[in-house]
Structure formats: C-alpha cells, structure tokens
C-alpha cells in the first residue's frame, strides 16, 4: 500500500510538472532563476581565480612577512606572556610545542584535522594541521614550533546565520520576481476571458486593455482581438439579419403557394402530383419556422415566456400528437418537480427529439427481431439538484462515434441520402441543443448500442 507521504510526494511533482508544462509564469520565474544561479556561479568562479590570482602574487608574501614579524614578536625561546597578548589584541590563536615550552591560546577548544607526526619538531594533536603547514608555521633557534591561525570561536555561527539570511532573501526575491510577472502577464488571463467569451457568441464586453494610450505588445493584442470580435459580431449579426429576413420573405409565397396547391381539383390524375406538391410545401413550411426559431433561440438575449409547466402532462400530449403513439414507451419517475419553463419550446424539443427518435428506430443486423424493433423509450426522471431528466432512445443502427460531436450542428447529416429520404434537413438536434442551453440546461449524445441516446437535463 502506497505511503500517505508518497502519495503526496508524488502529487506535489505532478502539480510542479504540470505548472513547469503550462505556466508561463512558473517557466518565466525558473527561467529567472537559473539564470540567477548561473550568473552567481560565473561571478564566484571568477572571483575565486582572480582571488587566487591575487593570492599567489600579492597576499601571500605579505602573509609569509607578517607570520615572521608575529613570530619575532613571540621570541626564542618563546614568551607565553607576549603569546597571549597576541592572541587578545589580534583575532588569531597561537600554539607553541617544543621541548620546554608547551602551550595553546585556546586550551578548550577541540583538536581537528589529523595527527600531527614526531618529526623531531614535536608531538600531540595538531589542531594546525594543513596542506602547507610552514606558511603559518615557524622553528625557533631553539627547536620550538610557533604556529598561527585564526580564531574562529567569536564567528563560528555566523556563516550558518548568513545562510539562512541569504535563503531567506533568495526566497523574498523569488516571491517578488513571481508577483511581478503575474502581473506582467495578467493580460493573458483577460485576452484568454476574452477569446472564450467571443468563442461563446458573448461580444457585450470587449477585453480590458491596459495603458490604451501606450500599450505594450500584449496591449496591442488584446486590441487586435477586440476588433476581431467586433467584425465577428457585425458578420454574425448580418447573417442573422439576412436570414430572419430570408424566412420572412418566403413565408408569404409559401403560404400562397400551398393554398393554390389546396385549390387544384382532386382528380385521380393530379392527386399524386397534388400530395407531393403539399409534402414539399409542408417541409419548406418547416424549415422556415424552424430556422426562425433557431435564430430566435441562438439570440443571447433570448426571451422565454416561462410558465408552471408538468412536463409529464406536456410528454402525453406530444406522444398523442405523434403519427404513431404506439411507436414510444413513455417512462415517467414519479415526484417530478413542476418546472418554470417555456412551455411552446418544451413542447418542440420533445417532439424533435421523439420525429428523430421514431425516424431512426429502423430494424438493424443483429438485433432480436430485425423485422419488429423495439419501441423508442423516453424516460423522465429527477435530475441532479432537483432538476429534471430526459432520455430518449431508439434501437436503430446509432452513428459512427466520429459523427457524434457534429450531430447537434446546424444542417449537418451523417447520411444525406438517408435524410433526404426520411425527410430530415439537420435542424431537429440542433434546436433541442438551443432550447435546453436557453433554460440552462445541457444536451448529450451517445450510442446506446443499439441506437442513440440523448439526454436533457433541464434545471429548477
């Protein structure tokens, strides 16, 4: 079984993953970051060689005459006196091994580094041991060994002290860097607000653009894009205007046209061609209404005439109203809330739904009773937050998966030849998607294997 800490170890490196993947500010702030790092590491390599360089050549003569003058100041034999008053005035300690005198400045502190060999010089723990013992080491006359080095007792814990002062300063740093391109970059959230707004037909509010006046290059984009909405919005609007306009216009013939078709005399001559003649008109009168519904609904400013509305009731009455009844199985759950909707346009979602439903709910390979499929089902049910569910489905052959995102677009048909036929033209869908989007519900398809299966949720 996976450790609670791995398990959140593992979820902290997705999350930096996934921000390092697609935050610019997170790869703007790492970016500055290791920049920082780098130029820091360049500046102390550099530093560190000409320090070195500077060493060599200046400091360390200067070192090597002052550790004499130090030591001429101790004296041979060595004064422990004038020792200790060295290592008070100066920050250094002094150590003295030799056959008399043996005596450290700092008795108590501890022994480091390795063991200092006899080599005729002395004996013990050599606290002084180094890589070049004889640069701060000196022989008396007398065989004593005076060495120097500093006394690091006062300022032992200030480096750790300065550590975490620098930590702390390269986190503040860090922190400011972060709030400064997240506000450097808080355009991109409006451009971004912006573009999905206009992608939702929403062109009331333009983008936000900072100092209009002088603006920089996310400015001047954000500006770019507010034009683009604003002649996207003039082209949508004129094709609305073009189409209202159109439907209008046809209806007047229309209505003419099938009532000179009506006055033809039914002789059994023209009959065929009189039926024919009104099934074409009926199916133009259909496709104008619903066009002018559907700029209707697709308005964002649409306007429901809502009512107490018992969508039970209302089913019943649809399923009446079909050609064929016995076609549908109603299911109805009951303790269905009463719904505030508009009626009319319920009334035409459940009838596209059930005309598309019966249309396709056409016998398949490899059903039972390929000659006799089974009825459509409509179900509704109480949906989440106590809203309202419907589910229609038939038992025909479905669509192919890479034609269910399409099916509720405008015009679109996965078998032209099969709608023409059938007497579709690619509305139905896309007027039930705009009537539950208009009472803020959604719309889903899917194969049901057999059949499709839409479901509407409508909320309270």
């Not at 060599?56 to 034999?77: C, F, I, K, Q």
């Not at 009455?317 to 064929?324: F, I, T």
Request: charged fraction near 25%.
């Amino acid at each position: 079984m996976t450790r609670p800490d791995a398990t959140g170890q593992a979820r902290w490196h997705r999350r930096a993953r996934h921000a390092l993947a697609h935050s610019l500010r997170v790869r703007l702030v790492a970016l500055f970051l290791l920049l920082a790092l780098a130029m820091a590491a360049v500046f102390l390599l550099g530093t560190q060689y000409a320090m070195g360089i500077g060493w060599r050549v200046a400091a360390r003569p200067l070192v090597v005459d002052y550790v004499d003058r130090l030591a001429a100041d101790v004296g041979s034999p060595p004064s422990v006196e004038r020792a200790a008053a060295l290592a008070r005035q100066l920050p250094l300690s002094v150590r003295i091994s030799g056959p008399v005198v043996n005596w450290r400045s700092n008795p108590d502190a501890p022994a480091y580094g390795r063991r200092w060999q006899d080599d005729g010089h002395g004996s013990g723990d050599d606290p002084w041991a180094s890589d070049e013992p004889r640069l701060f080491e000196r022989t008396t006359a007398d065989g004593h060994r005076i060495r120097f080095g500093l006394d690091v007792k006062n300022w032992r814990e200030r480096p750790r002290f300065i550590g975490w002062v620098t930590l702390a300063a390269l986190l503040l740093l860090t922190a400011l860097a972060y709030a400064r391109v997240r506000r450097l970059l808080r355009p991109l959230d409006d451009i971004r607000a912006g573009a999905l707004r206009f992608g939702a037909g929403d062109f009331t509010q333009p983008i936000p653009v900072q100092r209009a006046r002088k603006p920089d290059e996310l400015g001047e984009l954000a500006a770019t894009i507010n034009t683009m909405g604003q002649d996207l919005h003039q082209m949508l609007e004129a094709k609305r205007a073009l189409l209202l306009a159109i439907s209008h216009e046809l209806r007047s013939p229309l209505t003419r046209a099938r009532l000179n078709t009506e006055l033809l005399p039914e002789t059994e001559d023209l009959q065929t061609s009189r039926d024919a003649l009104l099934r074409d008109l009926a199916l133009m009168r259909d496709l104008v209404t619903d066009l002018l519904e559907s700029e209707r609904l697709a308005s964002p400013h649409v306007a429901l005439h809502r009512e107490a509305t018992d969508l039970a009731a209302l089913l019943a009455e649809v399923v009446a109203g079909l050609p064929d009844p016995q076609a549908v199985a109603a299911t109805v759950i009951p303790g269905l809330p009463v719904l505030s909707a508009d009626r009319t346009r319920l009334r035409l979602l459940l009838r596209n739904l059930l005309d598309n439903a019966v249309r396709h709910n056409t016998p398949h390979e490899g059903g039972a009773s390929p000659h006799a499929p089974a009825p459509v089902s409509v179900c509704l049910d109480a949906g989440p937050e106590g809203g309202v569910g419907i589910t229609v489905r038939d038992f025909g052959p479905g669509v192919d998966e890479a034609a269910l995102p399409h099916l509720a677009e405008p015009f679109y048909r996965p078998d032209a030849a099969r709608e023409r036929a059938t007497g579709g033209v690619g509305l139905g869908l896309y007027l039930c998607k705009l009537v539950a989007q208009a009472h803020g519900g959604s719309f889903t398809v899917r194969n049901a294997g057999p059949g499709l299966e839409v479901q509407v949720t409508l909320p309270l």
